[in-house]
T-cell receptor, first 114, second 113 residues
């Protein structure tokens, strides 16, 4: 079975706190791709990052960082020094190799309070 | 600017009526998708198309129909057979499979009265 689990339904933090959004995936494929998307209140999903299964390098982009660990099937997303504008729903997604069907998690709603 | 357009943003229909949601992309992407999002839930795949004149059912295709006559267009019809059509509908496109992210439209919020 192929599945993405985002166990955190909703997280609230105070501005400037760091926050980590968890993503655990299941797949038997050796080649696959992982993505994170942000859905602000406007509704349109915005692509944040992608990773292929052979690249376990962590990545940092400004206040955002991603930790990909195949050993635990996790692809976690950390926001450092959160800001109110980070408030959104964040989705993790899995794309098995050779397919067109992206498998989305149920999303984590992040609320950053001023 | 390249992107995906969905119209209208808000749509109201009476129960029992078919309604067609528009999705157009100028990204020259081969693949297009329709998702449904209900409050507090993730994205559920309705239909997807890998190439013109071809499409496949997703996880919740019942009560919906699509067509892909042109590369840039992938309209979704919500039929009267869909028992609970009120939802937020998102269209997306991607350049083929493997490692390609999806680009999303702004969505259409359909309310059936």
């Amino acid at each position: 079975a192929q599945k993405v689990t985002q166990a955190q339904t909703e997280i609230s933090v105070v501005e400037k706190e760091d926050v980590t959004l968890d993503c655990v995936y299941e797949t038997r494929d050796t080649t696959y791709y992982l993505f994170w998307y942000k859905q602000p209140p406007s509704g349109e999903l915005v692509f944040l990052i992608r990773r292929n299964s052979f690249d376990e390098q962590n990545e940092i982009s400004g206040r955002y960082s991603w930790n990909f660990q195949k050993s635990t099937s996790s692809f976690n997303f950390t926001i450092t020094a959160s800001q109110v504008v980070d408030s959104a729903v964040y989705f993790c997604a899995l794309l098995p190799s050779g397919t067109y069907k992206y498998i989305f998690g149920t999303g984590t709603r992040l609320k950053v309070l001023a | 600017d390249g992107g995906i357009t969905q119209s209208p943003k808000y749509l109201f229909r009476k129960e029992g009526q078919n309604v067609t949601l528009s999705c157009e992309q100028n990204l020259n992407h081969d693949a297009m998708y329709w998702y449904r999002q209900d409050p507090g839930q993730g994205l559920r795949l309705i239909y997807y198309s890998q190439i013109v004149n071809d499409f496949q059912k997703g996880d919740i295709a019942e009560g919906y129909s699509v067509s892909r006559e042109k590369k840039e267009s992938f309209p979704l019809t919500v039929t009267s057979a869909q028992k609970n059509p009120t939802a937020f509908y998102l269209c997306a496109s991607s350049q083929g499979a493997n490692f390609n992210e999806q680009f999303f439209g702004p969505g259409t919020r359909l309310t059936v009265l």
